[in-house]
Every structure is written in structure tokens, then in C-alpha cells.
């Protein structure tokens, strides 16, 4: 995957740990994520195992995120693939130490290059693809980095405290 002009994106490894407990720990960046916390170096080995096991399966490829004049480990981003339909869900986390600083923008634009040039070589015969994020109600920052990129709601799940968003792109 390119890099962007201030990221790098590489796989996780078990150098990671410590920056993954870090960014994944923080109370009050993880109230807008779904999934459970990172406490403990044996959640950080078991979420960069997974990683790995499901790139091998490209169902799901999740990337650290670097940045690219420190080496700094500051979040992930995944894109996970549907096989069957051209569909990719999108998703990302940055530790709070490096909110509003215009990762969040750059990063999602770098994805969408991505899942573009992914797409083409998955669904071959496709002409468009749909790329879904879910995010928090209340994480009003990725919502807008989200709608400078042309996505829209189209979905509340509020039992999960969840909304969808999507964008359609041409392939």
C-alpha cells in the first residue's frame, strides 16, 4: 500500500505491543470504538496474530500506522473485504495523543486509493464498489473527515450506538 505524505503503512508486529496497549487502552479514545480494549501485552499479541491470519485469508487486512519522521506506531486502520459483492468496510483508530492533526484526512484518502486498486483485481467484472465505515454518534471528527470524502449515512444502529456510512465509488 502507498504511503501518504506524512504516513507510512506497514503490518504489525510484535515490536508493536507496547504502542498498541498505549493507543487501545485509552478510556476515552476507545468510547467511540466497537471493539474491546487492548489492556495487556497478551490482547496486543492476539490482535497482531489476527491481523496476520486474516491478511493471509484477505478477508480483512489491518496495517499500523506510522509516522514517517519518527517511526512512531500512532493507530491502525483495516479494510475488510467481502468477497462475494464489491463491498469493503473501512475502519481506523489513532491514539488521542495525535488527534486533530490532519492524520485522520489523510489517511482515509490514502485508504480509498486503496480499496479502489483493490477492488479492480477482486471483483473484476464490477463497475462500481461500496465502501462502508462505521463510526460512533459521537465522534463528530471522524464523522467529518467521513463527509469531507463524500460518504453519507445510511444506516443508525442504536443498539450497537453505531451509524454506517457509505460512499460508491467508480471502478
Not at 519522521?69 to 473485504?81: R, W
Request: hydrophobic share 40%; aromatic share 10%.
Amino acid at each position: 500500500m502507498k504511503a501518504s505524505l506524512r504516513l507510512h503503512f506497514r503490518d504489525l508486529t510484535t515490536k508493536d505491543t507496547s504502542a498498541l496497549i498505549e493507543i487501545y487502552s485509552d478510556v476515552e479514545a476507545m468510547k467511540f470504538r466497537a471493539n474491546p480494549p487492548v489492556l495487556s501485552t497478551e490482547d496486543a499479541l492476539i490482535m497482531i496474530q489476527q491481523a496476520e491470519q486474516e491478511g493471509k485469508q484477505f478477508t480483512s487486512k489491518r496495517w499500523g500506522l506510522v509516522l514517517k519522521e519518527t517511526k512512531e506506531l500512532i493507530g491502525t486502520f483495516v479494510l475488510n473485504y467481502d468477497k462475494a459483492q464489491p463491498i469493503c468496510t473501512i475502519g481506523y483508530s489513532i491514539g488521542k495523543k495525535f488527534w486533530h492533526k490532519g492524520y485522520g484526512k489523510e489517511l482515509l484518502e490514502a485508504m480509498l486509493k486503496e480499496v479502489k486498486s483493490t477492488a479492480t483485481l477482486l471483483w473484476k467484472q464490477a463497475k462500481n464498489s461500496t465502501i462502508k465505515a462505521y463510526v460512533h454518534p459521537q465522534n463528530i471528527a471522524s464523522i467529518a473527515i467521513l463527509e469531507k470524502q463524500h460518504f453519507y449515512q445510511v444506516d443508525a444502529d442504536l443498539a450497537k450506538n453505531l451509524l454506517t456510512y457509505s460512499l460508491e465509488v467508480r471502478l
